[in-house]
């Protein structure tokens, strides 16, 4: 077992993700005016229908198209050498720091401290009409697994076939797949924590809660 609480502090030191804007599609790019330093807000909104602050317009064939940030934090870099020219899909054209929000901090430990039992072909997944009764009935935590066991029904091109979970002995701690949705090949689907291994987990887990501070 990793060390989850070292994991937590090195994360501390460097609690930070560096995001590249890249243009999406050629075309010929004015930029929007920020600097390095200038902060930014991701989308917005209920539905994220509002977006981010605006880096860049890339406009191809006369249709302009707003270039904005994916994510809240602070610009670290613009490439403004490349203003007015036409730039190749993938082009860089700035930078954003993006400091770790509590949620993207658990997924970190828990991707790390959790077997992960993943898709083995791009298809969508469903738990069993057994273990999704059980997770409704209370969560996912409630579902002891073990190897061998009939766990998903894997779903592609109208087939449905049975998918047994191979890992260690333990209990359903996470779920990233979403119902009728495509996961692809090597996608976690579960992350299973052995039960001795809990109390640990659920310790950093609280302490992500009451020291991760937020950004305004």
């Excluded at 991701?42 to 191809?60: F, M, N, S």
């Excluded at 291994?197 to 809660?209: H, T």
Aim: contains cysteine.
């Amino acid at each position: 077992m990793i060390d989850i609480s070292a994991l937590l502090d090195e994360i501390k030191a460097s609690p930070y993700r560096e995001i590249v804007i890249a243009a999406p599609h050629t075309g010929r790019v004015t930029f929007a005016g920020l600097t390095p330093g200038d902060k930014v807000h991701g989308p917005q909104g209920q539905w994220k229908e509002k977006p981010g602050t605006l880096v860049a317009t890339l406009e191809r064939e006369r249709n302009p198209k707003p270039i904005c940030v994916p994510e809240k934090g602070e610009i670290s870099a613009v490439r403004g050498e490349r203003e007015g020219t036409f730039v190749e899909a993938g082009t860089e054209l700035a930078v954003l720091r993006h400091k770790l929000t509590r949620e993207e901090v658990q997924g970190i430990i828990l991707r790390k401290a959790l077997h992960l039992f993943c898709a083995p072909e791009r298809a969508k997944y469903y738990f069993t009409p057994e273990v999704d009764k059980k997770i409704r009935a209370s969560d996912a935590h409630s579902v002891a697994v073990r190897d061998g066991m009939e766990l998903l029904i894997m779903s592609r091109m109208k087939r449905e076939a049975p998918l047994r979970y191979s890992g260690p002995e333990g209990v359903i701690y996470s779920v990233y797949f979403t119902y009728n949705e495509n996961m692809d090949a090597g996608a976690p689907l579960i992350g299973v924590c052995p039960r001795d291994q809990l109390p640990a987990i659920q310790d950093v887990i609280m302490r992500v809660q009451t020291e991760w501070t937020e950004t305004e």
